[in-house]
């Protein structure tokens, strides 16, 4: 059993599972077995003290929302260099679900196509090597203004040179290990590491000066278990910093690629850095495409700031909820989107189904594009609360 507080636990019991065999946890009240707060523990043994969180892949862990995004400055130089008719190819590799060598070529030349020839082909291999999709965001290729000196080294026309940097999301790293395998994070991982940790992995040899990230890695098939222990100065330079990102967070992420290397060796890509996806400096936006109606085509539905994909506008869907929920609406042909109500305060969602029908209501929005704007296939890999879920979906709508 492990003491804690009641929505710390409450967050637990709906997450994790013990640590120790893999069987659901409870939240009770200690005072039973002498303990003066809420404890978690095991439905079949409470002598077990481990708590995991089985890795699944929620909105943060697919990365990329399905998207392709460029400016509209951008579109009308890919417009212009390579026509309407390969911009409209490029989307259709959003979704994608294979990766061939001819398509990531395709895909890095129109996105990077200024990037060094050498940084390219590793791009392309990776890509097709892992079957990741640039334009899902599950890697990036990021020209960086060289400085010396504190100085910009420019060419000899006087333009920036750049230094080029692979990238994969972290997202991406979970989801070639999920791919393969079933695992769970233990001990509430990946966390800030505490000081019994980093004294007895690192010993004499921890920098004080550093903050240290943590994650427990553990097979559900073979019960192999790995751990990984990474720190970053506190005063060091880290990418996404003016974005949100942190310190902590960046130690976070590197602990737990360390950890995925030990328990599944030579399965991720190397000598790649690996950041999250949320604080990656590619900055893109949505922009409509249309197609020719006679050719089956129609409108790509635009987005804001990278939460939603170009799906085909228009495209109709029965009003029930994939779990059973009935979404009530008026015919399909009378539907259109509409505005937020003005009194709609997303704290009175206090559940899924309320979160349906309010997207319904105010954004004639069926659970099932709900869910492919939330990146994820079912309501059970939703990890945010349906209050975040409205304004997350709300906040890429027009007032």
């Known amino acids: 059993m492990i003491p804690v507080d009641y929505e710390k636990g409450k967050e637990i019991a709906e997450t994790c599972i013990c640590g120790d065999c893999g069987a659901g946890v409870t939240l009770a009240w200690g005072g039973y077995w002498g303990i003066n707060s809420y404890v978690i523990k095991c439905s079949k043994d409470i002598k077990h003290s481990r708590i995991a969180r089985p890795a699944s ?14 400016t509209k400055g951008r579109r009308k130089d890919m417009e212009q260099k390579y026509g309407p008719e390969k911009t409209r190819t490029l989307v259709k590799y959003a979704g994608t679900g294979a990766i061939t060598k001819a398509i990531a070529t395709e895909i890095v030349e129109t996105l990077w196509g200024e990037a060094p020839l ?26 960086y203004k060289r400085y010396k000196d504190r100085k910009l080294v420019v060419d000899g026309r006087g333009e920036p040179i750049l230094d080029w940097s692979m990238q994969i999301g972290i997202g991406a790293t979970r989801l070639l290990a999920q791919r393969k395998h079933n695992y769970s994070y233990l001990d509430l991982t990946p966390r800030k ?17 550093s903050i ?17 222990l990474r720190g970053i100065e506190k005063n060091a330079s880290i990418k996404g910093q003016d974005k949100g990102n942190t310190h902590l967070n960046m130690a976070c992420i590197r602990s737990e690629r360390l950890a995925l290397d030990r328990q599944y060796p030579g399965e991720m890509p190397p000598n790649v850095e690996v950041m999250d996806e949320r604080y990656i400096d590619a900055e893109y936006k949505v ?3 249309k197609t020719d109606d006679t050719r089956g085509g129609g409108e790509v539905s635009p987005s804001i700031g990278g939460e939603k994909s170009g799906e085909p506008a228009g495209r109709k869907e029965r009003g029930a909820g994939e ?18 109500s003005a009194a709609r305060d997303p704290s009175t969602i206090t559940n899924f189904k309320g979160l349906f029908q309010a997207l319904w209501d105010d954004f004639r929005l069926y659970k099932s594009d709900a869910l492919k704007e939330l990146n994820v296939n079912s309501q059970e890999e939703i990890t945010e609360l349906p209050s975040e879920c409205y304004q997350r979906i709300a906040a890429v709508r027009p007032s």
């Open 212 to 228: 240290y990230g943590f994650t427990h890695i553990k097979d559900l098939d073979t019960t192999a278990e790995a751990f990984g």
């Open 193 to 209: 590491a505490t000081q019994d940790e980093i004294d007895k992995i690192l010993g004499d040899t921890a920098d004080p000066g």
């Open 57 to 70: 892949l929620g909105p943060y862990d697919i990365p990329g929302f399905n998207l392709f995004n460029l």
């Open 287 to 289: 922009v409509e495409v």
């Open 323 to 340: 779990s059973g929920e009935t979404i009530s609406s008026p015919p399909e042909d009378k539907a259109q989107k509409i505005g937020a």
């Open 118 to 143: 050498i940084e390219k082909t590793k791009c392309i291999l990776t890509c097709q090597t892992y079957q990741l999709n640039p334009l899902m965001r599950h890697i990036h290729l990021i020209g």
